[in-house]
């Protein structure tokens, strides 16, 4: 019998003996037996108490095999190699016993959210014909003692038993959040609650056998493997740590192949071309965008997917939906005068980088100019964050140079050319050299970066001022148009045909004057800053 049981048994034995203790003494009992009454009325008949019981059961995903294979998650090679790999021993134990391999008890797939780590949990399930239960750490942990472990045994039992039920050998138990539940053990003093339910999991695992009727596989998922608790991570536990990363070029190519694949697609359409346009962005970012284009396309009574709608959907993905606000005249020219800073600067350092200059708002932004990198990059060198902070600073000094005074619309540009510069000064690029952050001066730094930025302006001044006249043709074009494609801002630079309008393209953001005030220098699922190299 279980603790819990006996516990409610010797409840009821108590209860028993009191009343008969009152009735013994002549005490009037239909008080006490209609509050009783009430109270049983009150947690089971309106199934709160069910409820409250069955919590945890409800949130735990139904335990069937799941559809999905390996086919439907593009890219991430490398993780589906290795995990493939993990799985061979699962699917083949007696192979693995007869090698004296010691079974896989646990996979951790850790990367950053939305890149496919449930969707891989789900291929390996299916893969090993197993049925599969999903879970999230954070429904483990409650205020009460005791009822973490509770949930982790309950979880564990309920695999076995539904394998059992559905015939299968093997289930599949996928943790995503695995940091809540598996946290370093001691982090809350006053809250032993965690360490409790850690320690419950570490149990299970370490009970798990390849002999067992129904072979259990854990599944963790983490976009912070670094705040687990070690052992977790020790051998025998989670084996095998699978990194699953922002999709490169082809792995957004392959992601988008699968999620075109129920669409029609336009004969224009280059899914080379938006996976190119796309760096930084995950499997979820490229699926949303997939669904907008033909969501687009529906709107405009579109039988096809055309390439317009999807890049479209890439400005929708990163910016946001279109906004009705109409800014007045003077501050559309002023948006399109600080658009058009940005975007002959970058043409004029990087030419071919624009792909789009626009003045119509979306998300928190009046306009911007979408740059698209040739290929995806991990460094920057100080040549190329300078010039990142220069084409950055030359939306305000368009402003100045045509209209006579910048606006709040560059506050955005500021803080994000003063990121890039602060970076160049702790990655030892600039005057100071190579710094230790904890011995500089927050003065030392500042004027450093003042340095930086100051240089820049001053760049962007130089290659503005005698194209001013360049600055309002484009800015003149663009109030016409809307939108410009970066062939159309390259045919005004080089002076040629006024093309007609209508084209609308567009990535690497700079978001122009907001209600807030700000243009960006990159979308926000572009790198955030030098991505070193795995
Ligand atoms: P989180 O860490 O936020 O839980 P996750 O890594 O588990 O995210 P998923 O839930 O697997 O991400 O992915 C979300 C959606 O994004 C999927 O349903 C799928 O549509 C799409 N997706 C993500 N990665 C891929 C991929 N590699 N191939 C195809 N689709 C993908």
Known sequence: MRKKELLVYAALGAGAGVVAYLATREVNLIPVVVLAGLLYFLIYSTGAGRALGRRFVT??????????????????????????????????????RRLGIRPIKGILLAGPPGTGKTLLAKAAAHFTDSVFLATSGSEFIEVYAGVGAQRVRELFRRAREQARRAGKRSAVVFIDELEVLGGRRGRYSAHLEYDQTLNQLLVEMDGLSIDDDVRLLLIGATNRPDLLDPALLRPGRFDRVVRVDLPDREGRLQILKVHTRNKPLAADVSLEAIARETMGFSGAHLESLANEAAILAMREGSAQVEQRHLREA????????????????????????????????????????????????????????????????????????????????AGAVAEELVLGEPSTGAANDYETACQAARRMVYA???????????????????????????????????????????????????????????????????????????????????????????????????????????
């Open 59 to 96: 949130q735990v995903s139904e335990g069937t095999c799941p559809r999905v294979t390996f086919e439907d998650v593009g890219g991430q090679g490398a993780a589906k190699k290795e995990l493939l790999e993990a799985l061979e021993l699962v699917n083949r134990p007696d192979r693995a």
């Open 314 to 393: 890439i400005d929708k993905v990163v910016m946001g939906e279109k906004l009705e606000r109409k800014p007045r005249r003077q501050e559309l020219f002023r948006v399109a005068v600080h658009e058009a800073g940005h975007a002959l600067v970058s043409e004029l350092l990087n030419p071919g980088s624009t792909s789009s200059l626009t003045i119509s708002p979306r998300g928190g932004a009046l306009g911007y100019v979408r740059q698209s990198p040739q290929d995806d990059f991990y460094l920057y060198a100080r040549s190329e964050l300078e010039e990142q902070i220069c084409v950055l600073l």
């Open 428 to 534: 030892g690029l600039s005057a100071l050299g190579a710094v230790d952050p904890d011995l500089v001066s927050g003065d030392a730094v500042q004027r450093a970066m003042s340095d930086i930025m100051t240089r820049q302006r001053e760049r962007a001044q130089a290659l503005l001022r005698p194209r001013e006249e360049i600055v309002r043709r484009l800015a003149g074009r663009v109030l016409e148009c809307e939108t410009l494609s970066g062939e159309e801002i390259r045919g005004i630079l080089e002076g040629g045909r006024r093309p007609p309008c209508g084209t609308t393209p567009t990535v690497r953001l700079l978001r122009s004057p907001s209600g807030r005030a700000g243009i960006t220098s990159r979308g926000q699922n572009s790198p955030a800053g030098v991505k070193k190299p795995a």
